[in-house]
């Protein structure tokens, strides 16, 4: 049949159908008719929407040519030169990626599955949590981006069971919560990492929602639960928060601040006076130090995280950092102390040096006086270590900055005690992996003599004085070295091995070297040596933070540490009480001479590491 005599369903001929209207195409497919005698394309919208009401599988698409139309009616989108609007979502991606997995699909949860999940957060379980919401994470977020609700009726996320429903671990249960959900990498398991996206904007909006959200019967946040309960430990949480909201109102117009405790069964004057310490407005003092010491360290004006001060407005002046801080605290307790720790009092008519020496236990002293005097002669911690007292006598939290550590911690505090414990654990595993490596040395060298010896006696010499080959038996003439110092560990072992080889091939029986046997390697001659130089073979090498004698950062944490260790402390902290020993005993050794004596060990604590090596003799 001629082309310009052909119709379709329509009746009208195919050249006149290419050039204008719309046509709605309307693909069976062919499991579904038993024959296919026509071809289903319309010019009215309805006529097609009728053969879709007859045949259910079918499918309705929109062309504005007439052939695209054909094509589709007749084989659906299985034709690939059919021109059809596909969705730019995944096949696009993966195509430009392949080598990207498939992203996961996470379902929402069932009814059923929630108010499991509900009743683990009842129960305390914040490992239970943990698994759960890390293997699906719709139990958090929901579709929208939005807290998931566990208690539809009362509109109660799980941060509001946490507080109203948990019966233990309320606090850590409600910082498992807002930690996950302002995790980075929470949300790219939930949604796949795709790299043009900005996932810490979604985490904040998260931990927003989740901490000012308003339940539905008396529009209050987690934090007015807590608060009107009494609970302490959450409110501390909550508002460690930066997003945390403060002066939300219920429905009476109240704030978390005017119901504390109005549902506390056992509410005394000290809690109602926490919890309010802790929903007022929180200030800090700080040390403000510059990053090229090129300014004396001051006290800063207290400050709150809600309006933070500029402390380098001038762009001429050296760069100033925070270097320390004790707080939260009132407005009027921290301007009360700042006061007091400006200008402490003065007891004493005259500088006495004997309060600043140090002692045997470098612990510092306890007058007033005293302190001040170690504010102006200490430039490195003076400040620290007053306001380290101070913040100990208003019972306020301290911290402050090691760059050892490069770190915030308090060492009298068990998370300080850890970060030093673990440091200093480093160090020790260091030091005794290099020294178990000389110590093999040694007794490798001392062995390539014995033997060496025996081969020269029966006229075998062997030449120990330049590197060993391992390319084969030729010797490479260079300058003299020790036999310690001839390639590395294992050269040494190969060149063990074969002159004990040697040995054996010349008739003479030997028991060759062994990891466990043990050799001393000959003494030198006597060399004169300080006393500064002597320990204990017992105790071993010491060992400092900083170089191989105390320097200033280890005198500033040792008077950092706790005057009254606790009986456990050798077996919860054993670096550190091992650490504390040397300092001590090296302090006592050079300590029990002139004043002089004291004076030089005095200089060289407050030293630098480089500065000491050049200072000894």
């Given at each position: ?11 009208l001929k195919?050249?006149?159908l290419k ?12 499991e ?7 071809i289903?394309v ?5 006529e097609?929407?009728?053969v ?9 698409k ?14 659906g ?5 059919c021109t ?14 392949p080598?990207e997995?498939?992203?996961r ?6 009814k059923?599955?929630l108010?499991?999940?509900k009743?683990v ?19 958090l977020?929901?579709?929208?981006d939005t ?23 309320k606090?850590?249960?409600c ?9 980075v ?9 795709q ?5 810490l ?7 927003d929602l989740?901490l000012?959200?308003p ?7 987690p934090l007015?639960?807590?608060?009107k309960?009494g609970?302490r ?11 945390c ?6 429905k ?5 601040m ?7 069964q056992q509410?005394?004057?000290?809690l ?6 802790l929903?007022?407005?929180q200030f ?5 130090r510059?990053?090229d ?5 001051s ?6 995280p809600?309006?933070?001060?500029n ?6 002046s050296p ?6 801080f004790?707080?939260?605290?009132s ?8 006061r007091?720790?400006k200008?402490?009092p ?5 500088y ?6 140090l002692n045997d ?8 006086m ?8 200490d ?11 101070l913040?100990?006598?208003?019972h ?5 900055y090691?760059?050892f550590l ?9 998370e300080?005690?850890a970060?030093l414990e ?6 020790f ?36 004085t330049?590197?060993?080959c391992?390319?084969g038996?030729k010797y490479?003439?260079s300058?003299p070295?020790k ?8 050269d040494?072992?190969?060149?063990c091995?074969?002159l004990d ?6 008739g003479e029986?030997?028991?060759?070297w ?5 050799f001393?390697?000959?003494?030198p001659s006597?060399v ?8 204990v073979?017992?105790?071993g090498?010491?060992l400092?933070?900083?170089g191989?004698v ?12 706790p ?6 402390f050798p077996?919860t902290y054993p ?15 050079h ?19 480089e500065?000491?090596q050049?200072?000894?003799?």
């Amino acid at each position: 049949m001629d082309e310009s005599s052909r119709t379709g369903p329509l009746g009208l001929k195919c050249l006149n159908l290419k050039s204008s209207g719309e046509f709605h195409a309307v693909f069976i497919p062919s499991e579904y008719v038993k024959v296919k005698d026509r071809i289903h394309v319309y010019q009215k919208k309805s006529e097609a929407l009728a053969v879709i009401k007859e045949h259910k599988f079918g499918r309705l698409k929109t062309f504005k040519s007439y052939v695209e139309a054909e094509k589709y009616a007749l084989h659906g989108l299985e034709d690939s030169n059919c021109t059809v609007k596909k969705s730019p979502a995944v096949p696009k991606i993966r195509a430009k990626e392949p080598e990207e997995a498939p992203m996961r699909v996470f379902e929402a949860p069932s009814k059923s599955d929630l108010t499991n999940f509900k009743k683990v957060i009842t129960l305390g379980d914040v490992e239970g949590v943990k698994n759960t919401v890390w293997e699906n994470p719709r139990y958090l977020v929901s579709g929208g981006d939005t807290p998931v609700i566990l208690k539809e009726g009362w509109r109660y996320n799980a941060l509001h069971i946490t507080v109203m429903e948990t019966r233990m671990n309320k606090a850590e249960m409600c910082e498992t919560i807002l930690n996950t959900v302002g995790n980075v990498d929470f949300l790219k398991l939930l949604d796949g990492d795709q790299k043009d996206r900005c996932y810490l904007n979604r985490a904040q909006i998260l931990q927003d929602l989740y901490l000012n959200m308003p339940e539905k019967r008396q529009n209050e946040t987690p934090l007015h639960f807590a608060a009107k309960f009494g609970y302490r430990d959450v409110v501390k949480v909550l508002i460690s928060y930066a997003q945390c909201m403060k002066n939300v109102r219920n429905k009476d117009k109240k704030t978390p601040m005017d119901i504390i405790c109005s549902r506390c069964q056992q509410a005394d004057e000290s809690l109602t006076k926490d919890i309010k310490r802790l929903l007022d407005e929180q200030f800090y003092v700080p040390v403000l130090r510059s990053d090229d010491n090129t300014l004396q360290p001051s006290i800063g004006e207290p400050f709150s995280p809600m309006s933070p001060p500029n402390f380098n407005a001038d762009p001429m002046s050296p760069r100033v950092e925070v270097r320390a801080f004790a707080g939260p605290m009132s407005k009027d307790e921290a301007t009360e102390f700042r006061r007091k720790w400006k200008t402490p009092p003065r007891i004493a008519n005259s500088y006495n040096k004997r309060d600043v020496s140090l002692n045997d236990s470098l612990e510092v002293p306890s007058s007033p006086m005293a302190s001040t005097s170690m504010r102006l002669h200490d430039s490195e911690k003076g400040l620290e270590r007053v306001g380290r007292e101070l913040a100990k006598e208003y019972h306020v939290p301290w911290k402050e900055y090691w760059p050892f550590l490069d770190d915030f911690a308090d060492m009298r505090h068990p998370e300080g005690l850890a970060k030093l414990e673990r440091f200093l654990n480093e160090r020790f595993n260091d030091q005794l992996a290099s020294n178990k490596e000389v110590l093999d040395r040694c007794r490798l060298s001392y062995h390539i003599l014995k033997i060496s010896e025996k081969l020269a006696n029966r006229g075998r010499r062997v030449n120990l004085t330049s590197p060993f080959c391992l390319q084969g038996t030729k010797y490479v003439e260079s300058t003299p070295k020790k036999v310690s110092e001839i390639g590395t560990l294992n050269d040494l072992k190969v060149l063990c091995s074969r002159l004990d080889a040697l040995h054996l091939k010349n008739g003479e029986e030997d028991q060759g070297w062994s990891d466990g046997d043990e050799f001393l390697t000959p003494p030198p001659s006597p060399v004169a040596t300080n006393n500064e130089d002597m320990f204990v073979p017992d105790e071993g090498v010491p060992l400092f933070i900083e170089g191989k004698v105390p320097s200033k950062v280890d005198h500033a944490v040792f008077n950092a540490l706790p005057a009254a260790l606790d009986p456990l402390f050798p077996i919860t902290y054993p670096s550190i009480y091992r650490w504390r020993h040397d300092v001590q005993l090296f302090v006592r050794r050079h300590g029990l001479g002139s004043d002089a004596c004291v004076k030089s060990i005095r200089r060289r604590l407050l030293q630098t590491p480089e500065r000491v090596q050049r200072s000894r003799p």
